[in-house]
């Protein structure tokens, strides 16, 4: 079945740049997905790619997608403490009826 | 409204009790989800309605879980005889269309069963 791994956490200092990365398993997914959740909020859509591309550059966020080796990663520019959360990776399922989520990468950001 | 809602934020029953939780979707948002989020198991989809369409309700765990969409609109999820393994925050999403649409997720109701 459908599966995302990501790894569960990452700690980086103000400025720097921070890498999340996340392996997926259905290569049919239209799109890839990176959401944000922050302490007791719900989950914020930060940025998608469209599975025929390689790359994405939103501001300070660059989405990478490399569709052979099915690997997403997302890149935060210039981290600041503000950007610390747990970070989602997710696929559609097969159906497209549902997002299968990786299990989050807890950003940790220290001053 | 402007984005998705849900109610209760937070709900403590007994178990063994019947809880409902609701979701407002997007105005004009023909598909609508129920995630489960728990320790350990991260974020779970439970059931996925479109339309009229008969809703994919393969991500139910067990036939205690249950869910309508009433007018296209406004679903409601229910726990029958809830167990402590309910415990958890369910979020609901909705989307323009199905099939790859982008999901906008509301802030959850955080459900603890005693």
């Known amino acids: 079945g459908e599966d995302v791994e990501q790894s569960l956490f990452l700690s980086v200092r103000e400025g720097d740049s921070s890498v999340i990365n996340c392996t997926y398993t259905d290569s049919s997914s239209t799109y890839l997905y990176w959401y944000k959740q922050e302490p007791g909020a719900g989950l914020q859509l930060l940025t998608y790619i469209f599975s025929n591309m390689d790359m994405k550059q939103d501001q300070r966020l660059t989405v990478l997608l490399n569709k052979k080796d099915k690997h997403l990663s997302l890149r935060i520019a210039d981290t600041q403490t503000g950007d610390s959360a747990i970070y989602f990776c997710?696929?559609?399922?097969?159906?497209?009826?549902?997002?299968?989520f990786g299990k989050g990468t807890t950003l940790s950001v220290s001053s | 409204g402007a984005g998705v809602s849900q109610s209760p934020s937070n709900k403590v029953t007994e178990k063994g009790k019947d809880v409902e939780l609701r979701c407002d979707p997007i105005s004009g948002h023909t598909a609508l989800y129920w995630y489960r989020q728990s320790l350990g198991q991260g974020l779970e989809f439970l059931i996925y309605f479109q339309g009229n369409s008969a809703p994919d309700k393969s991500g139910l765990p067990s036939d205690r879980f249950s869910a309508e969409r009433t007018g296209g609109s406004v679903s409601t999820l229910t726990i029958q005889r809830t167990q402590q393994e309910d415990s958890a925050v369910y979020l609901c999403?909705?989307?323009?269309?199905?099939?790859?649409?982008?999901?906008?997720f509301g802030p959850g109701t955080r459900l603890l069963v005693l």
């Open positions: 999403a909705s989307s323009l269309a199905g099939l790859g649409e982008t999901q906008y």
């Open positions: 997710a696929e559609s399922n097969q159906a497209g009826t549902a997002l299968i």
